[in-house]
């Protein structure tokens, strides 16, 4: 009867006022679930320090010292939030059977991880942490972040709605994951991608126990751009649309120009310039497009992303990957 073994991985960057306050409470989670038996006593809480110019690095060794669950790497330098789960995430997937990604500033509520790890004992490789309510964030924040999920899903992104980094995510998942190379990286768009057995759980957010936010509006609009830019060509076939139609346009203007000019109606030479506005105006934005689907192309494949992915078999694979496919033996919840 084995248990997952469960890494806890938390992005920091000056965090020194936030991680005295959470580290125990994360500790506290990581031995309810332990004693409950719902993950193995090996399990870790690993804290990524990105690249701090304060004190987190010495607080995240001192508490590594204290308590062996707690462990800590640290960026050469600050990558933001997104490389920074995604380099604890990697460092993790080989030593642990699921991991669970979190802020490290207690806003996302720490104990829906016992529901996260239910829903992987049900056979979920991905659970999503989903955020049921935004009252503490401000109404702008949350306006725009709804509209931006909205967004995102109508330039063909799949995204799970109000869903941010907080998700349990199985080693299994994440060797796959692995095998995306791409640089810029949006990670709440790239895991449905992977595929595999999904759900959500749904939880309230909290404001900041302290410190604040290292997203301001530049950062924000960054990663939102990053979002649509790192996981769809729709844009650019938008570009190719529109060309299409001032094409179609510029055709018709064309047939209108010569019209007035049989008749008599125009002035000399204002056909003749109406004419070729329309006939460069519709080509050269049409090329654009045309190129533009060629670049898009271009970008996909540079992605080298995996074509197929293996969810089952009707054999066992005889050298499996590391933490791929080991067998859990649950004891019988119910
Ligand atoms: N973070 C990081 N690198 C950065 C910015 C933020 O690792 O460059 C971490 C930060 O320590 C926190 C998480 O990412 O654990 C989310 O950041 P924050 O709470 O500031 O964002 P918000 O919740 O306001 O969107
Ligand atoms: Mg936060």
């Known amino acids: 009867m084995k248990k997952p073994i469960l890494w806890i991985v938390i992005p920091c960057y000056n965090e020194q ?54 462990l800590g790497i640290a960026q050469s330098r600050n990558r933001g939030h997104q490389n920074a789960v995604l380099a604890g995430l990697m460092e993790a997937k080989g030593r642990c059977d699921i991991t669970i990604s979190i802020d490290c500033d207690g806003q996302d509520d720490i104990s829906a991880m016992g529901k996260m790890v239910e829903e992987y004992r049900k056979g979920c490789e991905i659970v999503y942490g989903v955020r049921s309510s935004r009252e503490t964030d401000t109404w702008f924040k949350r306006t725009t972040a709804q509209e931006y999920y909205r967004f995102l899903n109508r330039m063909g992104v799949e995204v799970v709605y109000n869903h941010a980094d907080y998700r349990l995510v199985s080693s299994r998942v994440l060797q796959h994951f692995a095998d995306y190379h791409e640089v810029n990286i949006f990670l709440r768009g790239m895991f449905p991608l992977v595929g595999f057995k999904s759900t959500s759980v749904y939880y309230e957010r909290h404001g900041r126990i302290a410190g604040q936010s290292h997203y301001p509006l530049r950062k924000m609009l960054a990663l939102a751009i990053d979002g649509i830019t790192s996981l769809s060509i729709k844009p650019i076939s938008l570009i190719a649309g529109t060309g299409a139609i001032v094409s179609l346009l510029g055709f018709l203007g064309i047939l209108w120009a010569i019209a007035m000019a049989i008749t008599g109606n125009t002035v000399a030479g204002w056909a003749s310039i109406v004419c070729i506005v329309c006939f460069l105006g519709g080509i050269q934005l049409l090329s654009l497009g045309i190129i533009g689907e060629y670049v898009g192309k271009t970008y996909m494949e540079a992605k080298h992303r995996p074509r197929y992915i293996i969810s089952e078999r009707t054999w066992e694979e005889e050298s499996p990957r590391p933490g791929c496919s080991q067998k859990f033996d649950f004891p019988d919840t119910n």
């Open 17 to 70: 006022d936030v991680l005295p306050v959470t580290a125990p409470l994360f500790l506290d989670e990581l031995q309810l679930l332990i004693d409950s038996e719902k993950i193995d006593e090996e399990s870790r809480i690993l804290f990524v320090n990105d690249g701090s110019k304060d004190r987190t690095w010495q607080i995240i060794s001192d508490l590594s010292k204290k308590d062996r669950h707690f």
